[in-house]
């Protein structure tokens, strides 16, 4: 079956405590990307990437890294997490001109 | 700056009343229109999508969208609302790259009784 998997699902952390939210993707899709999703500002990308090793910032990356060294992980990095990254979180991964499927989403509270 | 708006941050329909969500990009070129849904504590799901060809685009659910080039328009409609129905809309265009896309800030559906 074709998906985009992320974990975890849900987490609780603290200020400053190095995190990793993983996704996984088995449709051999160059393109991959994350979202962050906040009330009434609706989706906005974080980073996207191309193809391996071809990484891009979005519109809002400050505080997150990534990496791709595989065509199909993308981890999204938060160094040292501050409250204002408390959100909910989309992974996503699509072919050219192709609509992007979408993980079912982390929630991270930071406190 | 290219741009998608969808007009109408909320819309409340009654049951079995159209549903008519509107939304407009700002391009010259041909771009590729998709409509997601996002129900209540889940992820977005594709409702459908226009690349080439007809114009009138059938998705799930019985959700249909059609592209008016003239107007930049990708409006979603449904004849008959339902209560499960209820969820958030995001209309997005890809424009000018194969991958990136350019999205609206979603529509909330609400559906009356």
């Known amino acids: 079956e074709a998906q985009v998997t992320q974990n975890p699902r849900y987490l609780i952390t603290v200020t400053g405590k190095k995190l990793t939210v993983t996704c996984s993707q088995n449709?051999?899709?160059?393109?991959m990307s994350w979202y962050r999703q906040d009330p009434g500002l609706g989706l906005r990308q974080i980073y996207y990437?191309?193809?391996?090793?071809?990484?891009d910032k979005g519109d809002v990356p400050e505080g997150y890294k990534v990496s791709r060294k595989e065509k199909r992980n993308f981890p999204l990095i938060l160094e040292s997490p501050s409250p204002n990254q408390t959100s909910l979180y989309f992974c996503?991964?699509?072919?050219?001109?192709?609509?992007?499927?979408f993980g079912d989403g982390t929630r991270l509270s930071i406190l | 700056a290219q741009s998608v708006t969808q007009l109408g941050s909320h819309v409340s329909v009654s049951e079995g009343a159209l549903v008519l969500l509107r939304c407009n990009y700002s391009?010259?070129?041909?771009?590729?229109l998709f409509w997601y849904v996002q129900y209540p504590n889940q992820g977005l799901q594709l409702l459908l999508k226009?690349?080439?060809?007809a114009t009138l685009v059938k998705g799930i659910n019985g959700f249909e969208a059609e592209f008016k080039k003239s107007e930049t328009s990708f409006h979603l409609t449904k004849p008959s609302a339902h209560m499960s129905d209820a969820a958030e809309y995001f209309c997005?265009?890809?424009?000018?790259?194969?991958?990136?896309?350019?999205w609206g800030a979603g529509t909330k559906l609400i559906i009356k009784p």
């Open positions: 990437s191309m193809n391996v090793e071809v990484t």
């Open positions: 391009s010259s070129v041909p771009p590729y």
């Open positions: 226009y690349t080439t060809g």
């Open positions: 449709m051999n899709h160059e393109y």
């Open positions: 997005a265009v890809i424009l000018d790259s194969n991958y990136q896309l350019i």
């Open positions: 996503a991964s699509s072919g050219p001109n192709q609509p992007q499927h």
